[in-house]
């Protein structure tokens, strides 16, 4: 027997005394044990230290009995599975906003609902970042009650050539979704039928707002794919006009509208030359620093054709207080300085403090 591979063990390791045949682990006889050894099996002590006999199951399932056992299983995962397709596709659907359902691709969907009924989102509170076939967009599920999130995200997505980005939560805010766009940029195909609608309706809303013609065409010729795909009509154009005022103006220019949606203010700002993923995570910072809380943002790039590039920045706010955002509420009016000289001074130290923070509070969460 001692020929068959037995080895000497110094250590506790429940090694000792055993040869692997091709039907199972199985024990050799006592007189192969070392005395130092052979308390492991002998001692009752051994059931609570190391587990002894139990670790090695020789009776382990075979044939039909094992048949049987995989059946009954992947009978209790499709059950559970069939429980929280029924319970979750209808509260998904009814609480998605409605630009959700516009702007994502029906295959996007349908991942984003697979993920979060085989992910465990709502019940155990995961975070899962996807990524699509060719890695030019990345999405980001989560439960929605931690504002902090939000924060750890645009820590992610640093270093990211991102050139459009949505963040949101559902209607009960059970469930954050955020997605970034990374891939070159390339012009839209007008042959795409979808794309030439938004476009076709893009032109109609810019029609009525008296845009120079010239310049409208000019900036939807030149749209990204990914950008036209993921916004809606009334967002390109909104982009279009903010990337017309940088035209004839400083290389940065901000806009808000007080209780735009359901008591929250809408804040935009643009910037020529501004990498989206750095300056995104910084504007998260400045709103923070003012306490305001950021329940929805977008951000997009557009005129890539062009030397100067334009980020554009939307962000729905609400602040802390609970009190109405205004042209005139002292908060905002910092925040919005802040946000407005960001390009031209370096992130102070409480920037920095703040970051700091996040990232040590990712290293323990993860």
Request: a neutral charge; charged letters at 25%.
């Amino acid at each position: 027997m001692a020929a068959e591979g037995t080895f000497s063990i110094k250590t506790p390791y429940v090694r000792h005394g055993m040869v692997k045949t091709k039907q199972d682990m199985i024990f050799k006889s006592k007189s192969d044990w070392s005395t130092e050894d052979s308390w492991l099996f002998e001692s009752e002590s051994h059931s609570n230290l190391f587990g002894g006999r139990d670790w090695f199951r020789p009776d382990a399932k075979r044939g039909q009995e094992l048949n049987d056992y995989i059946d009954s299983i992947v009978g209790s995962v499709r059950t559970s599975l069939d429980h929280a397709i029924t319970e979750i596709t209808p509260w998904f659907f009814s609480n998605m906003p409605q630009f959700y359902y516009e702007t994502t691709p029906r295959e996007e969907k349908i991942r984003d609902l697979r993920t979060i009924i085989t992910g465990q989102i709502l019940d155990h509170h995961q975070k899962i970042q996807l990524w699509n076939m060719d890695r030019s967009k990345t999405t980001f599920l989560a439960h929605g009650d931690d504002q902090e999130l939000i924060f750890d995200i645009a820590e992610q997505i640093q270093g990211l050539p991102i050139t459009n980005g949505t963040t949101f939560k559902s209607k009960d805010d059970r469930l954050l979704i955020s997605s970034f766009n990374t891939g070159t940029y390339r012009k839209a195909d007008l042959l795409d039928a979808s794309i030439s609608k938004t476009i076709s309706k893009t032109r109609s809303i810019l029609k009525e707002e008296h845009c120079e013609e010239s310049l409208v065409e000019e900036f939807l010729a030149n749209l990204d794919h990914e950008l036209v795909v993921n916004s809606s009509p009334a967002r390109l154009s909104r982009l279009f006009l903010m990337s017309l005022l940088l035209d004839t103006q400083e290389d940065t220019i901000s806009h808000l509208i007080p209780n735009y949606h359901k008591g929250m203010a809408r804040f935009d700002i643009a910037y020529k030359n501004m990498p989206i993923d750095e300056t995104y995570s910084n504007l998260l910072s400045i709103l923070k620093r003012y306490n305001f809380k950021v329940q929805r943002s977008m951000s997009s790039l557009v005129n890539q054709h062009r030397r100067s590039p334009v980020s554009v920045f939307t962000f729905f706010i609400e602040h802390e207080s609970g009190k109405p955002i205004n042209e005139k509420f002292v908060p905002y009016l910092k925040a919005s300085k802040a946000a407005k000289t960001l390009k031209w001074v370096d992130t102070d130290d409480f920037d920095l403090f703040i970051k700091s923070v996040r990232r040590r509070r990712a290293l323990f969460t993860q």
